[in-house]
């Protein structure tokens, strides 16, 4: 009979049994691990990839524990990039503050701008919804064009709102890859509103049209600028709607019957 320490071995065991006395000695560390991996990335292995942020809201292939997981890290982010700025917002302070581990919370959102653009996403996302309302509408796009100019101004009248552009851009003049998501989103902002602007006044070419929707959205950037310092008035409301509607029919709006 052999004893513990294997004395009497022969090279000719079948090699089957030597697979399984490893098998069998390796199996617990196997199952130790897999304890490890949260149940969404275990269920949805081969359906998720390791890119940054998923299209939509980012909840494809989540079961219910991980949508809400996933809403907790964009509400705290939220709130950090809010109170600290981008000095303060990081993997390991928003993980902190969602009360789970930085690898679980790059699990849902595998680099730092991956957490930005969910957090972002909700504000330019609006925007754009309401630009694809408003091309596939059946209203006069002169009207749905003062209707979007009109939310420019409420807009820079929120101070929480504001707050999150001034930081968003803060990122975007440290780190080449905010800016190039700045450069995406405002490329898609840019061509949405040249198609309202030229639906609204056919006598622009295409590249007049772009060159007034980047004017326009410019206008709205720098009014909710001046608004976080006090110069926001009725007035300036009023010089900012005219101006809009000068860019876009080359004539002030009580000309417009003419």
Not at 162 to 177: G, K, M, P, Q, T
Not at 197 to 215: G, K, Q, W, Y
């Amino acid at each position: 009979m052999e004893n513990a320490s294997g004395i009497g071995y022969s090279h000719q065991r079948p090699a089957k049994r030597r697979r399984d006395y490893f098998h069998e000695a390796r199996a617990p560390k196997r199952r130790r691990k897999a304890m490890t991996v949260p149940i969404e990335q275990r269920n949805g292995r081969k359906r998720r990839t390791s890119s940054a942020a998923p299209a939509g809201n980012g909840t494809d292939g989540l079961r219910a524990q991980g949508v809400r997981t996933r809403n907790t890290i964009v509400r705290v982010a939220r709130k950090l990039l809010l109170e600290g700025g981008a000095l303060d917002f990081s993997q390991r302070a928003v993980a902190a503050a969602a009360g789970i581990s930085v690898s679980n919370l790059q699990y849902y959102f595998p680099t730092r701008l991956a957490v930005l653009r969910a957090v972002m996403e909700p504000a330019i996302g609006t925007y754009l919804k309401d630009l694809t309302r408003a091309l596939d509408s059946d209203a006069p796009p002169g009207e749905m064009l003062d209707a979007l100019m009109k939310r420019a101004l409420r807009d820079a009248k929120d101070a929480q709102y504001r707050a999150l552009w001034v930081h968003f851009f803060s990122f975007a003049a440290i780190d080449d890859e905010c800016r190039r998501l700045v450069d995406e989103w405002y490329a898609t902002l840019t061509r949405e509103v040249a198609q309202l602007v030229r639906a609204a006044n056919p006598e622009h070419s295409a590249a007049d049209s772009r060159h007034v929707a980047t004017l326009l959205i410019s206008m709205a950037d720098g009014l909710a600028f001046q608004a976080g310092v006090g110069r926001h008035t009725p007035a300036l409301e009023a010089r900012f709607m005219e101006s809009a509607h000068y860019l876009v029919y080359g004539k002030p709006s009580s000309a417009a019957g003419k």
